[in-house]
């Protein structure tokens, strides 16, 4: 079973900084891409940013310049550092990974999501 659980959100004031963590367990065979996605109240989700298993980056227009995806040396670790931030940037922010699995032989790629967490950004 593949999980991935997010943590480092909380409230902060316009202007601040957080760092996100995202860690994947499980019987991980590979993973490849993995990206940040974030959803505010009555809004659809979105992508924030992503990063391939090589390092390629890409970013939404909104964050960029202010916010860093980055993955850690055990490549089962995602991060976003995400600086100057502003109230719009309020939101749930979602890890998202795409991974290959070990399952008694079978080697299935699926899309996994994490539970959330908070960011709250203060005015």
């Known amino acids: 079973q593949v999980q991935l659980v997010e943590s480092g959100g909380g409230l902060v004031q316009a202007g601040g900084s957080l760092r996100l963590s995202c860690a994947a367990s499980g019987s991980i065979f590979n993973i490849n891409a993995m990206g940040w996605y974030r959803q505010a109240p009555g809004e659809q989700r979105e992508l924030v940013a992503r990063?391939?298993?090589?390092?390629?980056?890409n970013y939404a227009d909104s964050v960029k310049g202010r916010f860093t995806i980055s993955r850690g040396n055990a490549k089962n670790t995602m991060y976003l550092q995400m600086n100057s931030l502003k109230p719009e940037d309020t939101a749930v922010y979602y890890c998202?990974?795409?991974?290959?699995?070990?399952?008694?032989?079978?080697?299935?790629?699926?899309?996994?999501w994490g539970q959330g967490t908070q960011v709250t950004v203060s005015s």
């Open positions: 998202n990974a795409d991974i290959t699995s070990n399952s008694g032989g079978a080697y299935p790629t699926r899309n996994y």
């Open positions: 990063i391939t298993s090589v390092g390629s980056t």
